[in-house]
């Protein structure tokens, strides 16, 4: 099959993350070479360059009406931005370590942030973590959050009260 488009050279290094916007109409993507990029889909094209990590970017995420762009990365930062201008409108440090995800909670603009042994929503510590996360998701809706980390475990907790629902395996 043939692609339906694409966009050589995006980046200057490795692209370690890629978010749909929430209409389809736009591609955000980011690398190793610190930079996020929007790319307009039809026709393909680049609309802006997005700089201000100090590492490589491990994750991004658009917020439900698309008014938001969040990235994460290795120099244990989020930030946001909008992408409309191009302009961080906030960075968020103290992190343990680099943050492997960065989501938004369902349809809502508060934040899942993973790093290390620290799962956070909403800027709140999620209980029941032993071993180091490296992804987490939340369903459309929001109502639940999902985490996998190193050892294999896959844990499911209700989003409303923080609350862990099921583990596995047991």
Do not use: C, M, V
Request: overall charge negative; hydrophobic content about 35%.
């Amino acid at each position: 099959d043939t692609p339906i488009a694409t966009l050589p050279k995006a980046h200057l290094d490795t692209i370690t993350a890629l978010s749909y916007s929430p209409d389809g109409t736009r591609l955000a993507s980011a690398s190793t070479d610190r930079t996020l990029k929007i790319h307009h889909l039809d026709p393909p094209s680049l609309e802006r360059t997005l700089e201000g990590h100090n590492n490589h970017i491990l994750s991004l995420a658009w917020s439900p009406d698309a008014s938001t762009l969040a990235s994460a990365g290795a120099d244990r930062l989020y930030k946001l931005w909008n992408p409309e201008t191009g302009k961080e409108t906030k960075s968020q440090g103290g992190f343990p370590a680099e943050l492997a995800t960065i989501s938004f909670l369902g349809q809502t603009n508060q934040l899942l942030t993973a790093s290390a042994r620290d799962l956070k929503a909403n800027n709140q510590n999620l209980p029941g973590i032993d071993d180091t996360i490296l992804s987490a998701s939340t369903t459309p809706d929001g109502s639940l959050i999902l985490s996998a980390g190193e050892s294999g475990t896959l844990r499911i907790w209700n989003a409303q009260d923080q609350k862990i629902l099921h583990t596995f395996p047991e």
